[in-house]
């Protein structure tokens, strides 16, 4: 069974704190990986992720894949009350996109 | 920029109705997707297609029926809808097989 587990479930912050987001998948037809961030609606894309140990970066979210132990983490650094959000991976197997329960992340100011 | 439109953003049904979520996308997107989102459980995979008139059940599919008749339609049916299919749903669009997946605004829906 195609399955991606995420962690921690939920997670509060202070206003510059750095969090590092925890993303495991099982390996039976995987192709990529992605993260999303969802606020109020629809999930909006992050980063997809292909390769081992490349990372992505766009501002202060980062990500890296580890195609050999089965997971990626997303990193956000000064992190910011706008950066309130649950956050979702997903992998992909062929056709399907399977997500994660997702992580909650509340940033206190 | 890629455009995933739910018909409703809020439904309240009774026990027993036949409730259809109608969901398009503009892009020629060959990959349709139906979730479900409910707290805690993330979302959890409905019905998907990756072509016309082809569908293949996801993780939950019971209670559920698709309809793919056009490429940019894809339909969600609840034949006969129960208070446990209280939830906001979810339909997205991707490109091809492995890649991003665009989401509409989701319907959230209340079965009384």
């Known amino acids: 069974e195609d399955k991606v587990v995420q962690s921690p479930l939920s997670l509060v912050v202070h206003e510059g704190d750095t969090v590092t987001l925890n993303c495991s998948y099982e390996?039976?037809?995987?192709?990529?990986l992605l993260w999303y961030k969802q606020e109020k609606k629809a999930p909006t894309f992050l980063f997809m992720l292909?390769?081992?140990?490349i990372e992505k970066k766009s501002g202060r979210l980062s990500s890296i894949l580890d195609k050999k132990e089965l997971f990626s983490i997303l990193n956000i650094t000064a992190t910011q009350t706008g950066d309130s959000a649950i956050y979702l991976c997903?992998?992909?197997?062929?056709?399907?996109?399977?997500f994660g329960a997702g992580t909650i992340l509340r940033v206190k100011s | 920029d890629v455009k995933v439109t739910q018909s409703s953003r809020y439904l309240v049904k009774r026990t027993g109705e036949k409730v259809f979520l109608e969901c398009v996308q503009d892009?020629?997107?060959?990959?349709m997707f139906w979730y479900r989102q409910d707290p805690g459980l993330g979302l959890r995979l409905i019905y998907f297609?990756?072509?016309?008139?082809?569908?293949e059940k996801g993780d939950i599919p019971e209670g559920y029926s698709v309809s793919r008749e056009k490429k940019e339609r894809f339909s969600l049916i609840l034949e006969s809808a129960s208070t446990n299919q209280t939830s906001m749903y979810l339909c997205?669009?991707?490109?091809?097989?492995?890649?991003?997946?665009?989401f509409g605004q989701g319907t959230r829906l209340t079965v009384v």
């Open positions: 390996v039976t037809n995987f192709r990529s």
């Open positions: 297609s990756y072509d016309v008139k082809m569908k």
């Open positions: 892009m020629d997107h060959e990959n």
């Open positions: 997205a669009s991707s490109f091809r097989r492995n890649t991003e997946a665009f």
């Open positions: 997903a992998g992909t197997y062929g056709n399907k996109l399977v």
């Open positions: 292909t390769s081992s140990g």
